[in-house]
């Protein structure tokens, strides 16, 4: 079974700070990885989507890395905002897209 | 274009009770899943369709049923309602297009479910 790992679970940084968000996976066998924002009591905003044969995806402020054969992608965030403040999940696509979510990164920017 | 709707938005059932979920997607997707959201443990697949008429199992089905008699709806239900299912509930759907690649999961905006 795949797990779905994030750390840290909470972060808190000051604005304009560069930071890094971390994601592993157990199973190396994955379709796609998908990265989401969630504000609290809201729904899920996809951030941005890396296929398995893809290194890297790029949107904005936002760059994100997948490394299959390490079980790792990262999410860096360019000089972090205070409206960047939200819980961001990592899901791992595996057979028929079913997606395995990690437990999420709490990131707070501080003005 | 709504993208993916769901209701209702919130619920409080009693310990017996039963209920439906209803997802509804516009986006002529041909995949769609109901997963919840427990706090501290993310997000996990209840139920998942690959298609019109077709329900699979995921990782927390028990409790659950699920029905897609037409493509745009996929419909949550729980039959006889516990405190363990108090939770928000979330569908999902998302589609493929090339050969071999799968694209976003498009979520809806939750259903926070309470049973006391």
């Known amino acids: 079974k795949q797990e779905v790992t994030q750390i840290p679970a909470a972060l808190s940084v000051p604005e304009g700070e560069n930071l890094v968000l971390n994601c592993s996976f157990t199973?190396?066998?994955?379709?796609?990885l998908q990265w989401f924002r969630q504000d609290p009591g809201k729904g899920l905003t996809s951030l941005l989507l890396?296929?398995?044969?893809?290194r890297e995806q790029t949107s904005g402020r936002l760059n994100a890395s997948l490394d299959k054969s390490s079980g790792r992608s990262t999410l860096y965030i360019a000089a972090s905002q205070p409206g960047d403040s939200a819980t961001y999940l990592c899901?791992?696509?595996?057979?028929?897209?079913?997606?395995?979510f990690g437990s999420g990164t709490k990131l707070n920017v501080k003005p | 274009n709504a993208g993916v709707t769901q209701t209702p938005k919130f619920r409080v059932l009693k310990t017996g009770q039963s209920m439906t979920l209803l997802c509804a997607q516009d986006?002529?997707?041909?995949?769609m899943y109901w997963y919840r959201q427990d706090p501290g443990m993310g997000l996990r697949l209840i139920h998942y369709?690959?298609?019109?008429?077709?329900?699979a199992k995921g990782e927390v089905p028990d409790g659950y049923n699920v029905s897609r008699l037409k493509k745009q709806n996929f419909l949550l239900g729980l039959e006889s309602a516990a405190p363990s299912q108090t939770s928000v509930y979330f569908c999902?759907?998302?589609?493929?297009?090339?050969?071999?690649?799968?694209?976003?999961?498009?979520f809806g905006p939750g259903t926070r479910l309470t049973v006391t």
């Open positions: 999902a759907s998302s589609f493929t297009r090339t050969a071999g690649l799968l694209y976003e999961q498009y």
């Open positions: 199973d190396s066998a994955i379709y796609n």
């Open positions: 890396i296929q398995s044969s893809q």
């Open positions: 899901a791992v696509g595996g057979f028929f897209n079913k997606f395995y």
């Open positions: 986006m002529n997707h041909e995949y």
């Open positions: 369709s690959v298609g019109e008429g077709t329900t």
